[in-house]
């Protein structure tokens, strides 16, 4: 298996994949949440750091953990990004009523018979920061690690949920045909395995392509990826795309589009091609056009991009806590915040309704039996909608409206793959939403 620390190029997938199951750490037993605390392990401290402490370019060990730790916070220090305006407004005020129980609040973990509390799943789970807030309040706040309320923090594959926001929107406005062949939007697609795939079936990630993203191949086509994706110089002897657009081109069909979910990066990227050929608008533009510096943002969020700027529409996002708090809360109230519509509400109706559960139920994620995906959102088995951005490594934006409830967690996990952590969050989560409820 290729360890992900081996190569800088493979830093825009690591950042994509919402639920891989590749390992992005040392092949021991990891240090705890509290012995590889940025600060405990003394990275980039000092002026300048001791060489032992660095963690920069040209190394391209960045990504793997302990150092991942500091790097989540520190994106825009390795690699160029784009800015995601929030505009020159003042930023709205988010109110609190702290509740100090939540702390003890207890639960089973999935497959475990010791109960757990709230606070020691954030250990657990590497949680670097999470907010939670309950009937428009922030009931609880906690950050940690790298990352303070001055910090931004590496979204990962919560992008695409972002991306998808924005299609969804335009499809709702009639600005965008989701049954509309991508062939007939991104001509430079017609010949590729997406130009007979309609734009839903990219949305919810059904698309049948010639793709793989198997780490323990080394000649799986998400190496060519990486190195199209890469905003570094190409070698000399290169002849291989440049870049997302140019990468997309090349892919091919395998199949028949819309029978089975399957999570692949390059749909949101070429999602991203049609929200642009679309609107003529970059995705980081329209990001920061209808949603960022209408939200009352406090800080401005970053996209990685591509050679040739192009932003990285599948896991590019590095933004703070209570902005991402905002994006929950309007999901939320479908669309609404600070007594400003945004988007219709019929956007968030149609994420609520979830995809094809049966079309979901192929792809094998045995932690979400009985949930789907739509429009590049997470939705689970509940009697009652709730859905969720994710991302690796256990970025989430958890959207409960039955308990009017939303968290946000930033962590750093030593291993990429979700599927390690929702046996303890999924339960810790449904555990709040049952005691904010009672309350």
């Known amino acids: 298996m290729r360890p992900l620390h081996q190569s800088f190029a493979l830093l825009p997938l690591t950042l994509a994949l919402g639920l891989a199951t590749v390992s992005a750490h040392a092949e021991n037993t990891p240090l705890t949440a509290q012995q590889s605390d940025p600060q405990v392990m003394g990275w980039m401290q000092g002026f300048p750091p001791p060489k032992e402490k660095l963690i920069s370019q040209p190394e391209s060990d960045f990504f ?6 500091w790097t989540v916070c520190h994106i825009r220090e390795l690699m160029p990004t784009s800015e995601v305006s929030r505009g020159i407004g003042a930023p709205s005020k ?9 702390d003890a609040i207890t639960f089973t973990p999935t497959g475990s018979k010791q109960k757990m509390t709230w606070r020691q799943s954030l250990d657990a789970n590497y949680t670097d920061g999470i907010m939670v807030m309950h009937h428009g ?84 086509d998400i190496w060519q990826y990486s190195a199209a994706a890469s905003p570094l110089p190409k070698a000399k002897d290169y002849t291989g795309p440049n870049g997302y657009f140019e990468y997309l081109q090349t892919v091919k069909k395998k199949g028949t589009h819309g029978v089975a979910f399957n999570y692949r990066t390059i749909n949101s990227d ?8 679309t609107t003529g608008k970059a995705v ?8 960022w510096q209408k939200i009352g943002a406090e800080q401005s969020a970053y996209m990685t991009v591509d050679a040739k700027g192009t932003p990285f529409a599948g896991g590019g996002v590095s933004a703070g806590l209570h902005d991402m708090a905002r994006i929950g809360s309007l999901m939320l109230n479908k669309g609404e915040i600070n007594g400003q519509r945004l988007f219709p509400a019929a956007v968030v109706d149609s994420i609520e309704a979830g995809g094809d559960k049966k079309v979901f139920a192929k792809s094998g994620y045995d932690q979400l039996k009985n949930g789907s995906y739509k429009s590049m959102w997470w939705l689970f088995n509940n009697p009652t909608p709730i859905y969720a951005a994710r991302g690796v490594h256990g970025q989430t934006v958890y959207v409960d409206p039955a308990a009017d409830m939303v968290i946000v967690r930033f962590a750093s996990y030593p291993e990429a793959g979700n599927g390690k952590i929702d046996p303890t969050s999924l339960p810790a ?5 049952n005691y904010l409820i009672k309350k």
């Open 429 to 433: 989560y449904s555990a709040l939403a």
């Open 270 to 277: 070429a999602l991203g091609w049609i929200i642009s050929r």
């Open 137 to 220: 309040k922030v009931v609880y706040e906690r950050q940690n690690g790298c990352l303070n309320e001055l910090g931004n923090h590496a979204a990962m594959s919560m992008t695409k949920s972002l991306t998808g926001l924005l299609a969804e929107t335009l499809v709702i406005e009639g600005k965008l045909n989701d049954k509309a062949l991508v062939g007939t939007i991104i001509p430079e697609l017609k010949n590729s395995g997406f130009g007979d795939a309609t734009v839903r079936q990219v949305m919810d990630m059904t698309t049948a392509l010639d793709y793989s993203e198997d780490y323990a191949d080394p000649d799986a």
């Open 284 to 291: 980081d533009e329209l990001l920061s056009e209808r949603i």
């Open 64 to 69: 793997s953990f302990p150092k991942l730790r």
């Open 94 to 102: 988010l109110d609190y009523a702290l509740d100090k129980n939540i």
